[in-house]
Structure formats: C-alpha cells, structure tokens
C-alpha cells in the first residue's frame, strides 16, 4: 500500500496495484492536477473520491474533478446533504453511499470509517488496512475519544492533525468567537493535543507520524514537530531510527510512501 499526504486541503492519495483513491477534495480542480502530476499520478486513474466531510477545504474542488474525470464519490448520507448545493450535479451513477462506522472493501484494501467530534454534519476519517498494514487518516477533530482510540491503536502511519499552536492563536488576530470554536470540544486539534493522543495510541509496529492540517496563520512545521515531540519525549517515546516525523505542505505534494 501506497500513499501521499499534505497538510490541508491536497489530496491524500491512496495506491495499491493498479488501484488509486483520493480522500478529500479541497483544492481547485487545476491545483489537484497539478499535485498528483507531482507524483506521477494520473487524474484519470483515480478510481474513487472518499469525502470527510463537508467544509470547504476538503471539497472545494470536488465537483469540478469528479465531473471532468468521471471519478465516484462516496460519502455518508449527512455529508452527501450538505456538500451537494456546493459542489454541484454529480451523476447519480457516481454518487455512492459510505456510511459512517462501516468498513468498505477496495479490491484487497478494506477501509474503515469512524465518526469524530469536529462542527460538520457527520464527519468521518479512515483507517485503511492492506496485507497485515494499517495507516490512520485523523484530522478535523476536537479530541480522541476512548472509542476512536480503539481503532486507530499500532498503526504502522499516522497522518494526524496539527493545526495550530495554542499561545499562537491566542496572541493572534483572530476574533474570540472563532478562537473559542478552535479550542472547543469541536475545533481543530492542536499541536499539543496531537502528541498527547499519540503517546496513547503509538504501538511497537508504528514506523512513521505526518503532521497534517496545520494553520497558516497559527502554527509553523518546525513548532509542530518539535511540540508533537517534546510530547512524545516526555512519555518515554523516542524519534529516530525506528520513528519518524514528517512535514507535509499544501503546496507540494508528498512523495508516495510504502506502508
């Protein structure tokens, strides 16, 4: 199993064999071509869109590229209700049914869906599993809850969110109103909260984290990665040889990785 990821809204992509899937759809349809040209990947060969949930930034170009390539789109049925005056027409020939806390077979991927707590009608991430692998998608959510925690436990990839730094958003220029929705039960998660629930659910076979989500106006790579380590730290897991973290970036593409 292959995949790609970035930090907000580019696709994450997902290959085995000849098989390719998308999770979200957030940017315009033009920079999604040119972010999977980066890595060699084909619009046309993308066999399925999986979709999160239905904030801008994970839709946005979702029904320019599905109707141009002819791409089916999955999603659960709350999503499908609040996406579809965004996006506009999707044949009903693509238009597929993912319901949340379901798992989904892919040729030999299976992918699991799960609810999360983020502001959004019935938002879901993945946990995708492949010959004895298992990568975890998790951003857009205001805590792990013990459930989630069950789920995503000893993967061999995590792509968590990393949004923003604490003491950045509340120094910045955000008004209080969005600040208290980002540090709500329902916001985006931060940098500390990110390496917190990682030293809950990192287990022996976990090989590599990607920081993802981050805010452009309250976070920096470096900050996140070295607060998500401090963390880590602090609970007796190492980086190093046997454990990585990773940057990801809106603006290029992630070169595809083995799980």
Known sequence: MCWQAAVRATPRILKQGSSAFLIDCGLSGKKMIGLLKQIGRDPKDIDAILVTHEHSD????LGVFARRFKTPVY??????????????DIPVDQKFIFQTGTV?????MDIESFE???DAA??????IR???KKLTLLTDLGYVSEHIKGIIEDSDAYIIEANHDIQMLMMGRYPWNVKRRILGDTGPYSNEDAGLALTQVLGNRTKSIYLAHLSKDNNMKELARMSVEQKLE?????IGED????DTDPEKATKLTAV
């Open 75 to 88: 999603a659960n049925e709350k999503t499908w209700r609040a996406m579809s005056p965004v996006i506009g």
């Open 130 to 132: 492949h010959d004895g």
């Open 116 to 118: 999360v707590s983020h």
């Open 243 to 246: 454990l990585g973290i990773y």
């Open 234 to 238: 602090q609970y007796g897991i190492h």
């Open 122 to 127: 019935e938002p879901m991430f993945f946990v």
């Open 58 to 61: 994970h839709i946005k170009g």
């Open 104 to 108: 989904k077979s892919f040729g030999s």
